[in-house]
Antibody, heavy 116, light 107 residues
């Protein structure tokens, strides 16, 4: 069965960077895109960006452009999301989700807390 | 960016009630509209895609309709496991955007 397993919770200081991983199994990794979505405490869902594991093409949300980088390692079927220059309002649960225009499968989420 | 507006923001309903949630897009998105269910502490789950297609494994009491700017998610007979927050999402143009969510609570 399809599974996306994310790395564990992180605590970071303002100005630092965080890199979250998302390991896929149960399907051909290069066949579907990987989206990243975040959810601040008690808030709704915010799309961050998308990567095509087949060719590395990316599409980022404008408001995060320049601070976020999505990458993949096809040898391990793993996607990565790196967010730089962290601020307190980046505190959120970060999800990976497979698919392009339908987010069929989701990781379990990774809580990133930004606090001094 | 395309704005997605859901109504109501929350509702209280009883088991076996018929529940309807609406989602309006700030411009036409054809049928590029998905619905997700999220329970506390869990990742969202895809229910409906392209406005009216039921995702595999989702109970048939869930249905979606609409096109253009106005969409509806209907739960024909609310079950205890359906108490959750529901989000619409447009995938007509990036950035993909979500509605603010509708929380369905027990009356």
């Amino acid at each position: 069965q399809v599974q996306l397993v994310q790395s564990g919770a992180e605590v970071k200081k303002p100005g630092a960077s965080v890199k979250v991983s998302c390991k896929s199994s149960g399907y051909t990794f290069t066949r579907y895109g990987i989206n990243w979505v975040r959810q601040a405490p008690g808030q709704g869902l915010e799309w961050m960006g998308w990567i095509n594991p087949y060719n590395g093409n990316t599409n980022y949300a404008q408001r995060l452009q320049g601070r976020v980088t999505l990458t993949t390692d096809t040898s391990t079927s793993t996607a990565y999301m790196e967010l730089r220059s962290l601020r307190s309002d980046d505190t959120a649960v970060y999800y990976c989700a497979s698919g392009v225009t339908t987010f069929d499968y989701w990781g379990q989420g990774t809580l990133v807390t930004v606090s001094s | 960016d395309i704005q997605m507006t859901q109504s109501p923001s929350s509702l209280s309903a009883s088991v076996r009630d018929r529940v309807t949630i609406t989602c309006r897009a700030s411009q036409s998105i054809n049928s590029y509209l998905n619905w997700y269910q999220q329970k506390p502490g869990r990742a969202p789950r895809l229910l409906i895609y392209t406005a009216s297609s039921l995702q595999s494994g989702v109970p048939s009491r869930f249905s979606g309709s609409g096109s253009g700017t106005d969409f509806t998610l209907t739960i024909s007979s609310l079950q205890p496991e359906d108490f959750a927050t529901y989000y619409c999402q447009q995938t007509y143009s990036t950035p993909w955007t979500f509605g603010q969510g509708t929380k369905v609570e027990i009356k």
